[in-house]
């Protein structure tokens, strides 16, 4: 089978390979990978490692979309057949996450586990969970990160209920899948994005639009809220930057800190966070059992997540080409190589 490692540090360390393929052990299971999404972390490993303890040669890549091909003697979760999405976080079954006060777990697919940019995969049954009947393997290989990150800030923190403002900030992964959840829950909804994006933002169901190159568009939002502020920001952009999602908040808000675009040390002006009550919820992604209310959710209101790009598997280079470009919606990898590369942008 084909697969991607990496040799060391940097996209130059990348290389496709030759490898046998792997055998389930006693509760694991072998998936065929018909797709994987590509997420901006999957991008920070491969450049930087983010301090990260990989074992070099190591497979990157977290979420995958496949079929079950064979079964450990001891499995209990799968058949043979099912179609299957992986798990971002894969030991966080449910409840609090693991780890401690002092070392909080960051154990994932993808990150401290390797990968899955191969034709086929070896996984614990508790490492996956049952993909939606409504979505193809394209449309289903995006939530196990961003889908479930959306979801698990919106759904499981917030509790997002119709009548309730959301500010979306961009057009990445985990922006579209908010817009779609808030959407989902009733909410009404204000994007933050660029002029050439608008059209395809309000045909996802955004109820407002604000430019997020205006140097006044905290203005906008208080004009389009009467003054109120938003009740919930999903806050993908990081740095000093959480100090404007305080500004935007409503009394009461809730803020969502996802992303770290513009760097990872945060900041915020102290007044408006005390005096507003704003509560702050740092989200890295989400429990098993939210992914799989995810799920249910999507099969019952039959949503499907937007696709910017899909590539081939040989094409991985190009697919992160593509990620350093702002990409509206998901990139994904299809399996196998013979797949057309189907660039729409």
């Not at 777990?105 to 034709?119: S, W």
């Not at 499981?156 to 899948?177: H, S």
């Not at 608008?198 to 006044?216: C, H, K, W």
């Amino acid at each position: 089978m084909k697969q991607w490692e990496m040799t060391g540090i940097g996209r130059e360390q990348l290389v496709l390979c030759e490898r046998p393929i792997p055998v389930p052990g006693p509760r694991d299971v072998l998936v065929k990978v018909r797709a994987v999404a590509l997420n901006h972390r999957d991008k920070m490993v491969i450049e930087s490692g983010r301090g990260l303890p990989l074992q070099f040669p190591f497979t990157p890549g977290s979420d995958l979309a496949g079929e079950v091909i064979s079964l450990g003697e001891a499995t209990d979760r799968f058949s043979v057949g099912d179609r299957v999405i992986s798990c971002f976080t894969p030991e966080w079954i449910d409840g609090t996450r693991p780890g401690t006060g002092r070392i909080p777990a960051y154990r994932t697919l993808g990150g401290f586990y390797p990968g899955v940019l191969a034709e086929y995969v070896v996984l614990s049954q508790e490492w996956l969970t049952a993909a939606p009947a409504t979505l193809d393997d394209a449309h289903a290989c995006t939530l196990p990160c961003a889908g479930v990150t959306a979801w698990f800030a919106l759904a499981e923190r917030g509790r997002v209920r119709a009548g309730e403002t959301v500010l979306i900030l961009g057009t990445g992964g985990v922006a579209l899948f908010g817009l779609m959840f808030a959407k989902l829950q009733g909410a009404e909804v204000i994007v933050s994005t660029v002029p050439d994006k608008v059209d395809r933002v309000r045909a996802l169901g955004a109820d407002q639009i604000v430019d997020r190159n205006r140097t006044d568009w905290l203005d906008d939002i208080y004009a389009l809220t009467d003054n109120r502020g938003v009740d919930h920001i999903l806050e993908t952009v990081g740095g000093n930057h959480l100090g404007c999602s305080v500004e935007a908040a409503a009394i009461g808000g809730h803020i969502y800190q996802i992303g770290a675009l513009a760097g990872f040390d945060i900041s915020s002006p102290v007044m408006p966070l005390l005096m507003k009550d704003v509560t702050i919820h740092g989200i890295a992604t989400g429990h098993r059992r939210a992914l799989e209310n995810m799920v249910r959710a999507i099969d019952r209101n039959h949503a499907v997540p937007v696709i910017d790009s899909r590539f081939s598997l040989a094409s991985l280079p190009l697919a992160l080409d593509r990620l350093d470009n702002g990409p509206f919606g998901k990139i994904v990898i299809e399996l196998p190589d013979e797949v057309r590369c189907q660039e729409n942008f």
